[in-house]
């Protein structure tokens, strides 16, 4: 076993996935470790948001004295968790997801779960587009009538 978190096998699939996402140019090597303030300047959250995502079992920090240690899988872990409330996932979907990479009874039915979801997912952002656009097409169209009623009420009392 390695002195970090991390098991001598990388079966942690969050982190995998994490690190293929976005490349941290070594900057991150395995066995790093990072405070509190270290994620929450990083990820742009605060330092209540990431308490309460270890309340929720989401990352889990190594204590030491009063301070929150967190690994290189915490911080993927993070990554991942953002990226998910970002594209619309709930937290409790994303704890589904993440608990699936901690399984240890091999990666494939954990990455075809998550490749489902994220279809899924991508398909209701897909639908939404559609809809987000209709209503701008919509509403452009009105305020260009809305903009041309406009135009001749003023020039209608303009005149003497």
Known sequence: MHDSD????????????????????????????????????????????????????????????????????????????????RVGFSLTEIKGMLDLYDLRDGQVAQLKVALDRFHERIAILERQKKEIEQALMELRRTTAVVGGLLKEKEAGTRRP
């Open 6 to 85: 991390e098991p001598a096998a990388e079966t942690q699939i969050g982190a995998v996935i994490a690190d293929k996402l976005e490349d941290d140019d070594g900057l991150h090597p395995r066995g790093s470790m990072f405070s509190i303030g270290d994620l929450a300047r990083e990820f742009g959250v605060t330092l209540r948001t990431l308490r309460f995502y270890e309340d929720k079992g989401l990352v889990s920090p190594r204590r030491e004295g009063q301070s929150r240690l967190y690994s290189r899988r915490d911080r993927a872990r993070l990554k991942l968790v953002l990226m998910g409330k």
